[in-house]
């Protein structure tokens, strides 16, 4: 079992950075696949970014080449690098993480830390 815990969430100004960062309890290494979802205010949660197989990174095209995702898996860490954030950025942001990509029913989830942008 993993419990994740989100941080580093906060109200930031459009064009700002903000890095977010997600504690693991255990090891994630044998976890494959990491990932960041969000979840505006009104809408469904969505993936965003994610790590797998490796070294493979998926990225939506709202946040490609803006947000970027990685992992320690000595310090057993998952971070989200956000840049020139957009007010439509504004959301709660989730990390996951799981044995499979595209499996999410069956990742670890955290709680959540709401990031807001603002004009």
């Known amino acids: 079992q993993v419990r994740l815990v989100e941080s580093g969430g906060g109200l930031v100004q459009a064009g700002e950075s903000l890095t977010l960062a997600c504690a693991a309890s255990?090891?994630?290494?044998?976890?494959?696949?990491v990932a960041w979802f969000r979840q505006a205010p009104g809408k469904q949660r969505d993936l965003i970014a994610g790590?797998?197989?490796?070294?493979?990174?998926h990225y939506v095209d709202a946040v490609k080449g803006r947000f970027t995702v990685s992992r320690d898996n000595v310090k057993n860490m998952i971070y989200l690098q956000m840049n020139n954030l957009k007010i439509e950025d504004t959301a709660d942001y989730y990390c996951?993480?799981?044995?499979?990509?595209?499996?999410?029913?069956?990742?670890?989830w955290g709680q959540g830390t709401q990031v807001t942008v603002s004009s």
């Open positions: 790590l797998h197989d490796g070294d493979s990174a």
């Open positions: 996951a993480a799981g044995y499979v990509w595209g499996d999410y029913g069956s990742y670890y």
């Open positions: 255990g090891t994630i290494s044998p976890l494959d696949a």
